[in-house]
C-alpha cells in the first residue's frame, strides 16, 4: 500500500462517478411543495453563485466559485447548459439542477444538490425526477454524474437507488476552499484543514 501526501491547505477526495444507460421506467409521482423553474440564461451568475455556495459549503463545492464571471456566464449562458432550481412558494432557491448537453448523446448532472434542512423530506427525489425527465430527451443514451466522499453522506446511495451504476473512482487533491477564502475557516468542521 502506498500512501499519497496532501499538501498542506489542500484536500483530497474519492470521486465515484455514476451512469444510467437507459430511462428508468415509469415511477410513481413524487410529491413535493416546491415548484421547479429554469433560470433561462443569461443566468444571473450573483444569484447562481450564492444558491450554489447554500447548497455547496458544507460539501466544500468549490467547482463555480472559482471561476471568472466571464467563464462562469460561458458555462451557464451556454446552449447545452440548463439551469433549474426547485423553488419554495415564497420565492427562495433550495434546490439546484445543472445539467450539461455538451457531449454527444450524453447528459451531464454537473451539479445537484438541495440546500441545508431540505434534505431526507422527499426534495431530492423530486429533484431528481425532474433531472431524469429533463435529461432522457431525444437522442441522449447516458446520463451521469458524479459525487465524493466530502458530499452529504447518503449522495452515493441515493443516486444508486435512483438507477445510476457506478463505472469509475478516482482521487482528486485541490487547494482547500476555506485555506483560499472561499468559505470560513470554521466550514465543515468534520473536514480537518490543515
Not at 455514476?18 to 428508468?24: F, K, Q, R, V
Not at 421547479?36 to 460539501?59: H, K, N, S
Not at 433550495?94 to 447528459?107: K, N, Q, R
Request: proline letters at 7%; glycine letters at 8%.
Amino acid at each position: 500500500m502506498s500512501l499519497i501526501a496532501v499538501p498542506p491547505g489542500h484536500v483530497a477526495t474519492i470521486v465515484t462517478s455514476l451512469e444510467m444507460l437507459a430511462a428508468p421506467g415509469p415511477r410513481q409521482p413524487v410529491r413535493s411543495a416546491l415548484k421547479l423553474e429554469r433560470w433561462a440564461a443569461p443566468v444571473d451568475r450573483d444569484r447562481y453563485r450564492t444558491l450554489f455556495r447554500q447548497i455547496g459549503e458544507e460539501y466544500l463545492w468549490r467547482g463555480r466559485l472559482i471561476l471568472s464571471d466571464a467563464d462562469l456566464a460561458a458555462i451557464l449562458d451556454a446552449p447545452t447548459t440548463e439551469v433549474h432550481v426547485g423553488v419554495r412558494r415564497d420565492g427562495v432557491a433550495t434546490g439546484l439542477l445543472e445539467l450539461d448537453f455538451s457531449a454527444a448523446a450524453t447528459c451531464e448532472l454537473a451539479y445537484f444538490g438541495l440546500v441545508p434542512g431540505m434534505t431526507g423530506h422527499g426534495h431530492g427525489g423530486w429533484l431528481m425526477a425532474h433531472a431524469l425527465r429533463l435529461a432522457w430527451r431525444p437522442g441522449i443514451n447516458r446520463v451521469w454524474v458524479h459525487t465524493c466522499d466530502l458530499d452529504h453522506p447518503a449522495a452515493l446511495g441515493f443516486y444508486q437507488a435512483q438507477g445510476f451504476q457506478p463505472f469509475e473512482r478516482a482521487v482528486e487533491i485541490y487547494e482547500d476552499p476555506r485555506a483560499v477564502g472561499l468559505y470560513p475557516a470554521t466550514t465543515a468542521a468534520r473536514i480537518p484543514l490543515l
